[in-house]
């Protein structure tokens, strides 16, 4: 956190002031984009997703390095909130409910900061042991006012949790077992993408998820339109 | 925009693409969860030239890269052609999530990036680049890379250490998950080109079934790995 001292931020504020009287222009105008984001599986629920500006050297996660705690807790039971209070400052949504197959949800964020311009955006397919989708830190500070891009999120692994798909072990109503479990006991201990799940219509007969729950690449739309 | 300008352009672009060296910083990540690349292979060469392509057969130096992770009949191939290569940079095995960071410096007449490493385990089985036209122009390019298959091996997903070319099964596990004593899944290679792979079934018996690999960890989803070509 950067401090001023009283006397630099009073000198800022009358600085700017003089400015604004000067100019009719907005020094640092309010950018508002709207995020669109559509479940594009068959039958995975994603946990109420959860979106952030933030600095270009921040990010929810990074393939290669092990998961944070808040990483672990919202992909292996859905609670994102963890990652949000990361930088509790910055403009964040949270959702409210469950994304629901086939359906899309839509939300504002705002900044007057070019230095917060990075998205990311993360939820869980929550019946998976610990599958998670969204996106890594967007670059948003070339989009200009009035133009969309397209982002199609593939699904990742959070490598907390071994996919072992079996009753009681997955939070999401194939199962309603098990969400957070502060043990980790993956094969692979770090981010990567997933696998996808095998499920008991695959021979694999103690699997409580059912083909129904098998996704494949990508996993959600995501739509960001500068205004 | 007026004719001088356009002119100027075409000029500069030429005198771009006339520029001698080129130089790359590469970055390349394993992004599956349970499978190891075998050493990796880059070379840029000239835009007619190719290590493996789409619904062709696969070459023997392509066909042992696959089989058993032996990328020195491919160097050979690419050092007749005076390709500038990049061998093993991960030095060895590539674990899941694995990323690696190198410099490739290009000649003027190599202006395509092939990529070619073993999925492991697999039977022949590879992540793939097929001559990409490498950017000109300084800026940070990502592509996402999807698993192959060489067409030569049949898919029997049997772990017996066979590496060789046109010896069945498979090395090894690196991640040691696998289990043994499969009786195999197929014994026939429908389309003998290289071809997407389809991906592994695996099951979960560890001391028999069908396949020594295993459904849960095996099992992989396109895109199998992410390059990052930075042109400075």
């Known amino acids: 956190m950067i401090k001023f001292s009283s006397k630099v931020f009073l000198n800022a504020i009358l600085t700017g002031s003089m400015i604004l009287t000067l100019s009719a222009c907005d020094l640092s105008p309010k950018q508002e984009y709207s995020i669109n984001i559509t479940n594009l599986t068959h039958a995975q629920p994603l946990s109420p997703p959860v979106a952030m500006l933030h600095k270009k050297d921040f990010s929810f996660w ?70 998670f989708s969204g996106v890594n830190g967007i670059e ?12 199609y999120a593939y699904t990742y692994d959070a490598g907390t949790e071994f996919n072992s798909e079996l009753n009681g072990t997955i939070p999401g109503p194939a199962d309603g077992g098990e969400g957070f479990n502060a043990a980790r006991d993956d094969v692979t ?3 990567t993408y997933h696998g996808g799940i095998v499920s008991a219509d695959d021979n694999f007969t103690d699997s409580t998820l059912s083909g129904a729950n098998k996704f494949d690449n990508p996993a959600l739309r995501i739509v960001i339109t500068a205004h | 925009m007026n004719k001088k300008i356009l ?41 007619d030239q190719h290590i493996f392509e789409i619904n062709t057969a696969a070459s023997a130096s392509l066909q042992a890269m696959a089989e058993g992770g032996d990328i020195s009949g491919l160097i050979n191939d690419l050092t007749a052609l005076t390709a500038d290569i990049s061998a093993n940079p991960a030095a060895g095995l590539m674990a899941p ?15 395509h990036l092939s990529i070619a490493a073993m999925i492991l385990p697999s039977n022949d089985g590879f992540v793939g680049l097929d001559s990409l036209s490498i950017p000109t122009e300084a800026g940070t390019y990502t ?23 046109g010896v069945a099964g498979i090395p090894a596990d ?11 899944v197929t014994n026939s290679e429908n389309n003998k080109n290289i071809h997407i792979h389809r991906g592994v079934l695996g099951d979960t018996d560890t001391t028999g079934g069908n396949s020594d690999l295993d459904s849960r960890v095996h099992r992989w989803l396109n895109p199998i790995a992410r390059l990052v070509i930075e042109v400075k």
Not at chain 1, 64 to 72: D, I, Q, T, V
Not at chain 1, 92 to 119: H, I, M, W
Not at chain 2, 26 to 38: K, M, R
């Open chain 1, 62 to 131: 990074s393939i290669g390095n092990e998961a944070s705690e808040a990483l672990e807790i919202m992909a292996e039971g859905g609670d994102g909130s963890g990652l949000l209070a990361l930088e509790s400052r910055n403009p964040q949504y949270q959702g409210t409910a469950p994304l629901f197959p086939g359906e899309s949800v839509e939300f504002t964020l705002d900044t007057r900061r070019d230095r917060l311009k990075n998205l990311s955006i993360a939820g869980m397919l929550i019946n998976t042991n610990d599958a």
């Open chain 1, 140 to 151: 948003l500070l070339d989009l200009e006012e009035g133009q969309s891009s397209v982002y």
């Open chain 1, 189 to 191: 201990s770090v981010v």
């Open chain 2, 7 to 47: 002119l100027a352009m075409a000029l500069s672009a030429a005198f771009i693409g006339n520029a001698s060296a080129q130089e790359l910083n590469i970055s390349f990540t394993n992004l599956t969860h349970g499978n190891h690349f075998t050493p990796l292979l880059f070379s840029a060469h000239a835009d």
């Open chain 2, 97 to 111: 999530g694995q990323s690696v960071n190198f410099e490739l410096t290009t000649q003027e007449i190599n202006t």
């Open chain 2, 143 to 165: 592509y996402y890379l999807n698993g192959y298959d060489a067409g030569t091996e049949v898919n029997d997903e049997i772990i017996n250490g066979g590496a060789m070319p």
């Open chain 2, 174 to 184: 690196p991640l040691g998950q696998n289990g043994t004593g499969a009786s195999g």
